[in-house]
């Protein structure tokens, strides 16, 4: 199933991309609810500035572009769009992070696509690039109107 994808960065998803590869090519995966691990330092990445939802965010973001279908994919979008507009002012920072998120995922958008073809093994075609990009222009040009 290949290494860690390390387009995620540090933190979120990462594992969740490995175990879906997994169970993909028909491994089985398993959960140990025993285990433990101890992180000796705080872990930046687990905080609630713009940066660290945006880390969370984008990551979240990339898993579902890199595995659902065309059409599961402009469901999870039009979803999206909704509980953005749903965040009204009180989510301010949520929507300023979702902003960082939507715009990196754009300027991103060929090595995400090449990410979603390796995911699928097949050729992403022209169309799935434009239902992305729009996509993604679209989410955020929601965000701003709804924290004024």
Known sequence: IGPLDEGFGRAYFED?????RARRAGDRVVYFGQ???IHAERSAAASDD???MANYHGNR???VVKHYSVEALSTFLADEGAWLRGLGP????LVAAMQRVYFR???????L???RAAGSGAKVT???IDTIACALAALRAIAPLETR
Not at 105 to 110: D, V
């Open 61 to 63: 973001l990339r898993f």
């Open 90 to 93: 009180v989510g301010a920072r």
């Open 113 to 115: 696509t090449r990410t």
């Open 126 to 128: 022209a169309d799935e």
């Open 35 to 37: 285990a433990e691990l």
């Open 50 to 52: 713009i940066a660290g």
């Open 16 to 20: 969740v991309d490995w175990g879906y």
């Open 105 to 111: 995922h754009c300027l991103g958008l060929r090595e």
